[in-house]
């Protein structure tokens, strides 16, 4: 809602980075844009998803990783709210982006807080279960009478 009442154009850091309000109704570099009932629907289900894994492995799972979890459902949710309820609420479609990094001539697509969360959680989340798998680090230890699947 800041940024959405913001609307603003700024410079933070000459030529690298920008505060700049757009409304993508896509996905990542505006993928299918124009499909926001279909990304609404795909964010709700991948946030739904998240909570079902949260939930059957609930005793498996490190506090990274249902910390990581969070962070990864709360992005999805965010962009959902955005996705699903701005146009009712407030007359505008698609999700609200802001962050705007510049990188010489070469502008990286513009994006929001949510989107950093669905990324950087699946990123991590995914890091630490490939070194786990090789034995880089120790996975948790399923308690006892537990399985580690």
């Known amino acids: 809602m800041w940024a959405y009442n913001a609307q ?10 920008h505060l700049t309000y757009v409304r993508n109704t896509g996905a990542a570099w505006s993928l299918f844009s124009g499909n926001m009932p279909l990304l609404a629907v795909i964010s709700a289900v991948v946030g739904s998803v998240v909570i079902g894994i949260r939930i059957y492995y609930r005793k498996q799972l490190s506090s990274l990783k249902k910390i990581l979890l969070a962070v990864i459902l709360a992005g999805a949710w965010g962009n959902f709210i955005d996705r699903a309820f701005y146009k009712a609420l407030l007359g505008t479609e698609g999700v609200v982006d802001f962050i705007h990094f510049q990188f010489g001539n070469y502008h990286f697509p513009i994006f929001n807080v949510a989107d950093i969360c669905v990324t950087l ?13 090789y034995k880089i680090i120790k996975p948790k230890a399923p308690k006892e009478g537990e ?3």
């Open 8 to 17: 603003w154009q700024l410079t933070l850091i000459p030529n690298f980075l």
């Open 121 to 133: 959680g699946i990123l991590s989340l995914a890091t630490i279960m490939i070194l786990e798998d």
């Open 147 to 149: 399985t580690h699947e």
